[in-house]
C-alpha cells in the first residue's frame, strides 16, 4: 500500500487523446484499469452496480484545466477533491482548474457512480498519473519547439522553462501537445513537494450554492415542462382497485391523470396544482400481498436468531468447543428499525421521451444503471438516452436506486411530453428504499481473563451483510470466530443506507465490547488495543483491517480525547471501527441534563492516509458522526399493515442544532494512499455514544433508538 | 385562478395563481426562484426560509396571496454587488456538503442577526434549531453565524 514515486504504466490507462477543434487538448482515462492490482473493488459491487471510472480533462489554450467529472456529486465533495489530485500532478494553479459535471456517455465512461466512498480511493492513481502525463506532453511539446531535450525542461504553476531560461506557459503549446504520443514512465511527485493537495480547497460550488443558483434536479425546467405528482399504494402490499380523477381533473392547473401500473400520475402546470390534483384522486387501494407488521417482522427475525440453519459467512476455530469450555458466558440481542433515508431534496427527475431521443436530467447516484433500466423499460435504444446529472441533495444511498427517475420516464413515454415528477416529503419517506430492519444476537467466552470465542448471528430483512464484512475486526483477534446470516423476504422495499449492515453491526459489537471489558475488568481502549495485538498485519490476507493502523488511530482518539482523565460531570463512551478501506476511533463526552443524556463532544480520529482536502475530509467527518449520532438517538420507522407510520417530520425526528455535539476530527499522518470518508464516520458514532451513556448511568443499551429505550425504561437516569 | 402583484427583492411582480398557493411554489414554479429550497411542504425543516418584511419565514406554510402588501426577499436577492457577511461567513468556514438547505439556513441566520446581533453560543443554537441539515453541517453553522455577527459588528 506504499506510495511510490514512480508508478509505471501503460497507455491503456488512457483511453483517448486528441486535439481539439475549438483548441486544447483533451485526455481521457481510465480510473479502473489505473487502480494498482492490490486495490479492490468495493465488495458489493454487482448490488451497487459500482465498476470502473473514466473522466476526461480539458486543457484550454489558455492553459485554464477542465475537469469533467463523472462522478456524482451528493454532497461528498469529489467536485473539489479530485480536480484538487490533477491538479497538484498538471502543475496549475487551483485557481485555473473548474469541474464540470461529466454527462452520462456510455461511450466514453464505461461507469459512473457515487457510493461505497470509493471515489477517492479508486481516483488516487489514474488522477495523479494523467495529471503528470498531462504535464510532461506540455513539457515535451515546449521541449520541442526550442529544439531542446525535454529533460532539461521543467514545469510548474503552468509555466514551462529551459535551460536558457526561456519560458513558454502551457497555453503556448497544449495544441502541439495534443498532437504528441502519450509518454510513458511518468515520475510522480513525492508528497512533500505538494502545493494543492493537503491544503483547505473550499466547495467548487460554493459561491451557487449560497447565492441560489439553481443546482440541484427540483431547480431544473424546461420552456412547457409539466410537473407530476404520482399516487403510489400508501401501504407496502397494496394494488389499485378502481379511482376516480374527476375531483383531481377540476383543480387549476391539473392537465391530465394517468394510471401506470399500480400508480397514478396527475400532470399539472405546477408542482402545487400536481400536488393538490394528486391529493383529490379518489382510489380505492385494494390489498395484492401480506400487509407487513414491525411486530411480525420482530417474530420473524427472532425465529431466525433462533435457528440454528444459517449461511455461515466465516469460521475460524471452533466455537462451540470454545464456548463449551468457558469460565464465562456473555450473550446479548441487538435491533434497530427501518430507516428512510430522507435526503433534504426529494426524490425528483425529469424526462422528456421523443421519437428521437431520451433525455433525463437529475439527481442519480448510478446515472448508467438507470438509463439501461429506463431502456429496457420503454424499449429504446441504449444510445436514444441522454442522461444529465444534477447536483444532489444528498444521496445517503437512496439515490442509488433510479424508480423516480424511471416513473419521469415511463410517464412522459405515455403522455408524450416533457415530464418533471416530483415527491413530496411525504411520498418521499412513504416510497422509501430504506435501511432495513435489523438483529444482531451476539455471544463470547471467557476463559482464564481472555475472550476465546465469538459468535455473531444477523437476521435482517430482505438481504444480509456484503462479503467483506465478516473479514472486519474483531476477525483475526479471537481464535474461535464465527459469523453466520440468514434473512427474511419482505415486500417492503430496501436497499443501501449510509455505511449499509455496518451502520448498525458497529453500534452492537462495539457495545458489547464494551461489556467484555467491564467482564474481564480492562480499560474499554485496552481491551481493543490487546485484541488488536493478537493480528499480525497481512499474515491472514482474508482479514480487511490493518491491526497497526487501528491501534495508531485509537491511540490518537485516546490521547486527544483525554479518555479516562474526563473532567467531572463528563461521562466518555469509546467505539472504534474500520469500514470503506477507512479506520475510525471515536470518543464521546457526555453529560447528564435533568437526568437526560446531553452529548456534549466527539473526539474522532481518522486513518484515511492522505488527506487530499481537509476541510472538505472534516466535513465528511462531521456530518458522518452528527448523523450516526442522531439516527442512533432518535431514527424511529415501523410499519402497520404494510403503511409507513410517518411520512413526515412533524413526527419522524432527524438530530437539530441543539441536540448536536461538537465533533473535532485528528488525523493520523502518513504518507498512504487516501480512501474515502463519505461513509467511515458513521458506524462507530451509536456505539461509542450507548457506551457514554452506560458509563453515565449503567443502562445498557441494545435498541435503537436510543430515545425511545430510555423513555421505555422510565428511568430516571439521575437517579 | 387570480392576479396578485407581489414585490419580490425589490421588483414587482404580477402572478396567476390559485389564492391558496403557498409562496414557495410561487417563488419556484412562477418566478424562477429556485434558490427556496422545498423539502417538508409543513413549515418542519426551514429549507424554504424567506423574509418577508425582514423576518423569516416559512414560505411553503404561507399563501402568496396574503403577502400582496409585504416586501419579499428570497437568496437570490440577499446580496446584489457583493456577499452579504452571511454568505462571507458560510464560504470562509466552507460550510456546505450538498448545499441544499443552506439557503434557508443562511436566511435564518440573516433574520435573527438582525434581531440579536451580540448572540452567544447559546442563542444561535436556539435560533438555528428550526433548521433540519441532513448532511449535518451543523457545527459549521454555529460557527458561520458566530463570525458572520463578528464581521457585522
Known amino acids: 500500500m506504499k506510495n511510490q514515486d514512480k508508478i509505471t504504466f501503460s497507455r491503456r490507462n488512457f483511453i483517448r487523446t486528441s486535439a481539439l477543434a475549438s483548441g486544447g487538448l483533451l485526455i481521457g482515462f481510465n480510473f479502473f484499469t489505473a487502480c494498482k492490482e492490490t486495490a479492490q473493488p468495493p465488495v458489493d459491487i454487482t448490488k451497487l452496480n459500482f465498476n470502473d471510472f473514466n473522466a476526461f480533462i480539458k486543457i484550454a489554450d489558455n492553459g485554464y484545466v477542465t475537469i469533467f467529472s463523472p462522478n456524482p456529486e451528493i454532497g461528498q465533495g469529489v467536485k473539489t477533491s479530485m480536480p484538487m489530485i490533477i491538479a497538484e500532478e498538471l502543475d496549475v494553479p487551483w485557481e485555473h482548474v473548474s469541474v464540470a459535471q461529466g454527462i452520462l456517455d456510455t461511450n466514453n465512461y464505461t461507469r459512473q457512480v457515487a457510493g461505497g466512498s470509493q471515489s477517492i480511493r479508486f481516483g488516487w492513481d489514474a488522477l495523479r498519473q494523467t495529471g503528470a502525463t498531462s504535464k510532461q506532453m506540455l513539457i515535451n511539446a515546449a521541449a520541442a519547439k526550442w529544439n531542446v531535450d525535454a529533460s532539461t525542461c521543467n514545469a510548474s504553476n503552468g509555466i514551462i522553462k529551459n535551460a536558457n531560461g526561456d519560458e513558454l506557459g502551457y497555453g503556448d503549446v497544449v495544441n502541439d501537445a495534443a498532437k504528441l504520443e502519450i509518454p510513458e514512465n511518468i515520475t510522480l511527485k513525492s508528497p512533500k513537494d505538494y502545493n494543492i493537495i493537503g491544503k483547505d480547497a473550499i466547495n467548487v460550488d460554493m459561491e451557487h450554492i449560497i447565492t441560489g443558483k439553481p443546482l440541484f434536479g427540483l431547480d431544473y425546467k424546461t420552456e412547457g415542462m409539466t410537473y407530476v405528482s404520482v399516487a403510489r399504494p400508501p401501504a407496502f402490499g397494496q394494488k389499485i382497485n378502481s379511482y376516480d380523477a374527476t375531483a383531481a381533473k377540476s383543480v387549476n392547473g391539473v392537465s391530465e391523470v394517468v394510471q401506470f401500473g399500480d400508480k397514478i400520475a396527475v400532470l399539472a402546470s405546477s408542482t402545487w396544482a400536481a400536488m393538490k390534483g394528486k391529493k383529490a384522486l379518489k382510489i380505492d387501494w385494494a390489498k395484492d400481498s401480506t400487509l407487513e407488521n414491525t411486530s411480525d417482522h420482530n417474530k420473524e427475525l427472532n425465529k431466525i436468531l433462533d435457528s440454528n440453519s444459517l449461511d455461515v459467512r466465516r469460521e475460524d476455530g471452533n466455537v462451540k468447543k470454545a464456548f463449551a469450555q468457558a469460565d464465562k458466558l456473555i450473550e446479548r440481542t441487538y435491533e434497530s428499525p427501518f430507516l428512510p433515508h430522507n435526503c433534504m431534496e426529494p426524490m425528483n427527475f425529469y424526462a422528456n421521451v421523443t421519437t428521437d431521443k431520451v433525455h433525463l436530467v437529475g439527481p442519480i447516484q448510478t446515472p448508467a444503471g438507470t438509463a439501461r433500466r429506463i431502456a429496457n423499460l420503454i424499449d429504446r435504444n441504449e444510445e436514444d438516452i441522454h442522461l444529465e446529472m444534477t447536483r444532489m441533495g444528498g444521496g445517503f444511498g437512496r439515490r442509488l436506486y433510479g424508480d423516480f427517475a424511471l416513473e419521469a420516464a415511463e410517464i412522459s413515454n405515455i403522455t408524450k411530453q416533457p415530464v418533471k415528477v416530483v415527491f413530496s416529503r411525504e411520498d418521499d419517506m412513504a416510497a422509501g428504499i430504506y435501511r432495513p430492519a435489523i438483529k444482531y444476537r451476539i455471544k463470547a467466552s471467557i476463559k482464564d481473563g481472555k475472550v476465546t470465542g465469538y459468535h455473531l448471528k444477523e437476521a435482517a430483512i430482505n438481504s444480509n451483510m456484503y462479503g467483506l464484512i465478516p473479514n472486519f475486526f474483531p476477525a483475526g483477534a479471537i481464535e474461535n470466530y464465527k459469523v453466520e446470516t440468514g434473512n427474511y423476504r419482505s415486500n417492503i422495499t430496501t436497499g443501501a443506507w449510509r455505511a449499509p449492515y455496518t451502520n448498525f453491526l458497529a453500534f452492537a459489537e462495539q457495545s458489547f465490547f464494551d461489556e467484555l471489558a467491564e467482564e474481564l475488568n480492562v480499560d474499554a481502549v485496552q481491551l481493543r488495543l490487546d485484541l488488536l495485538s493478537n493480528v499480525e498485519d497481512g499474515k491472514d490476507p482474508s482479514i480487511e483491517y490493518s491491526a497497526k493502523r487501528m491501534i495508531d488511530t485509537i491511540k490518537l482518539a485516546a490521547k486527544k480525547s483525554n479518555w479516562g482523565n474526563s473532567s467531572s460531570g463528563i461521562y466518555q463512551g469509546f467505539a472504534a471501527y474500520y469500514s470503506h478501506n477507512t479506520h475510525v476511533a471515536e470518543v464521546v463526552d457526555i453529560s447528564l441534563e435533568n437526568g437526560k443524556p446531553k452529548v456534549e463532544k466527539v473526539t474522532v480520529a481518522v486513518d484515511c492516509g492522505i488527506v487530499v482536502n481537509p476541510t472538505g475530509a472534516k466535513n465528511q467527518i462531521e456530518g458522518g458522526v452528527i448523523d450516526g449520532i442522531g439516527h442512533a438517538m432518535y431514527g424511529d420507522f415501523s410499519f402497520e399493515n404494510g403503511k409507513p407510520q410517518d411520512v413526515n417530520f412533524n413526527t419522524y425526528r432527524l438530530i437539530r442544532m441543539k441536540e448536536t455535539p461538537i465533533v473535532e476530527t485528528y488525523f493520523v499522518e502518513n504518507e498512504l494512499s487516501p480512501t474515502g470518508l463519505g461513509e467511515p464516520g458513521l458506524p462507530p458514532a451509536g456505539g461509542a455514544l450507548a457506551n457514554a451513556i452506560k458509563a453515565a448511568t449503567g443502562q445498557i443499551l441494545t435498541k435503537q433508538p436510543f430515545i425511545k429505550e430510555l423513555n421505555s425504561r422510565k428511568t430516571d437516569l439521575s437517579a | ?153
Not at chain 2, 418577508?52 to 414560505?59: E, F, L
Not at chain 2, 400582496?68 to 437568496?75: A, C, F, G, L, R
Open chain 2, 1 to 153: 385562478m387570480a392576479s396578485y402583484n407581489l414585490k419580490v427583492n425589490g421588483k414587482e411582480k404580477t402572478v396567476n395563481i390559485d389564492d391558496d398557493t403557498p409562496l414557495l411554489w410561487v417563488l419556484r414554479d412562477e418566478l424562477d426562484l429556485v434558490g427556496t429550497k422545498y423539502g417538508c411542504g409543513i413549515g418542519q425543516c426551514g429549507a424554504c426560509t424567506v423574509h418577508v418584511d425582514g423576518v423569516a419565514m416559512r414560505s411553503c406554510s404561507v399563501p402568496a396571496s396574503s403577502l400582496t402588501d409585504s416586501e419579499i426577499t428570497t437568496i437570490e436577492g440577499l446580496s446584489t454587488e457583493k456577499l452579504s457577511p452571511v454568505q462571507e461567513a458560510w464560504k470562509e468556514l466552507d460550510v456546505p456538503q450538498c448545499g441544499y438547505c443552506q439557503a434557508g439556513q443562511i436566511m435564518t441566520a440573516t433574520s435573527f442577526l438582525k434581531q440579536n446581533p451580540n448572540p452567544d453560543n447559546q442563542d444561535i443554537r436556539n435560533a438555528m434549531h428550526g433548521n433540519i441539515c441532513r448532511c449535518a453541517s451543523y457545527n459549521r453553522i454555529e460557527k458561520a453565524v458566530a463570525l458572520a455577527a463578528k464581521k457585522m459588528s
